[in-house]
């Protein structure tokens, strides 16, 4: 089964850049239809869908995000990157990656990241 485990710091000051990288395992982020996404839930909210990046590096973002989004990776490490621009508390939440297509629907154990100065 896919494993995939969300690393970044828990901590970023409103305006700064939210970076986050997940690595992944017992799996191919090249594999053909193949898709890496990541999802955040705010507290107390629900689950929302931030963007993914397809096998072939091809990018695809929230509407509401796009413009501060940019999902990328390193193929020699396996892992896929999300990064978030201009945070403030709004972006405050649980980031989950998680696998598609190919691989199915699995999810990492996500990481809490939290807006404040």
């Known amino acids: ?5 969300a ?6 000051k409103p305006s700064q850049t939210l970076a986050l990288t997940c690595t992944v395992s017992m ?9 890496w996404t990541w999802i955040r839930q705010p507290p107390g909210k629900g689950l929302e869908w931030i963007g993914y990046i397809a096998f072939s590096g091809t990018t695809t973002y929230s509407s509401s995000l796009k413009g501060r989004t940019a999902i ?12 978030l621009n201009s945070v403030t508390p709004e972006d405050t939440a649980v980031y989950y990656c998680a696998s598609g297509g190919t691989y199915g629907d699995c999810w990492g154990q996500g990481t809490q990241v939290t807006v404040s100065s």
């Open 7 to 12: 690393s970044g710091p828990g901590l970023v």
């Open 72 to 83: 990328s990776r390193d193929t020699s490490k396996n892992q896929f990157t999300l990064q």
């Open 27 to 35: 799996a191919t982020i090249t594999q053909n239809w193949s898709y």
């Open 1 to 5: 089964e896919v494993q995939l485990q």
